[in-house]
């Protein structure tokens, strides 16, 4: 499945944008800068029933975004 396909389904079953996922993630209080990957991927799985991948794909457009930090390095 194309990286496409999984945006197009989660809209299908969501009914929303990755940014409309953002807009909500910020006004229930879930998105911020520094999050981490298992705080959206928590609620993506518990508020629209989504994945593991469909979630990890709406990760993935928040970084390429710039919506979150970036991991630093490990030392």
Not at 9 to 24: C, D, H, S, Y
Request: proline share 4%.
């Amino acid at each position: 499945m194309s990286f496409q396909a999984y945006l197009d389904n989660i809209r299908a079953k969501t009914g929303k944008t990755p940014e409309q996922l953002k807009v909500l993630a910020d006004e229930v209080g879930v998105y911020s800068p520094t999050m981490k990957a298992s705080a959206l991927v928590a609620w993506l799985k518990r508020d629209f029933a989504l994945g593991q991948g469909h979630a990890m794909a709406i990760w993935a457009v928040f970084k390429d975004k710039g919506w979150v930090e970036a991991p630093k390095g490990k030392k």
